[in-house]
């Protein structure tokens, strides 16, 4: 019932800056909540950062906290990122996720029904 479609990855070096965008298409005025998700080479995927779509509540990860914003434009059914002061333990593929629902655990990952395909972020040292 709904796609997401993720844009803005690339390469930059150490200290840069990269914004993610994620398009929501479908039923998006049934979302609950959206985040950002990342998962690197031979690794879990790990929460990055959550924002409620009424009243825009954020959580953010610990080792992203005072870097990453999230923000969304509801008008625009668009939920961003915005990176800076990338590091490269930052490279992985981001993924954009959604949910109907509240969650007491918005870090999990099984609590979004809904997924990107991803994009490619790389922060070369």
């Known amino acids: 019932q709904v796609q997401l479609v993720e844009s803005g990855g690339g390469l930059v070096q150490a200290g840069g800056s990269l914004r993610l965008s994620c398009v929501a298409s479908?039923?998006?005025?049934?979302?609950?909540?959206m985040g950002w998700f990342r998962q690197a080479p031979g690794k879990e995927r790990e929460f990055v950062a959550a924002v409620t779509s009424i009243g825009g509540r954020t959580d953010y990860a610990d080792s992203v906290k005072g870097r990453f914003t999230i923000s969304r434009d509801n008008a625009k059914n668009t939920l961003y990122l915005q990176m800076n002061s990338l590091k490269p333990e930052d490279t992985a593929v981001y993924f954009c996720?959604?949910?109907?629902?509240?969650?007491?655990?918005?870090?999990?990952?099984?609590?979004?029904?809904?997924w990107g395909q991803g994009t490619q972020v790389t922060a070369s040292s």
């Open positions: 996720a959604a949910s109907f629902r509240p969650a007491t655990r918005v870090t999990m990952p099984n609590t979004y029904e809904y």
């Open positions: 479908g039923r998006t005025s049934s979302i609950f909540r």
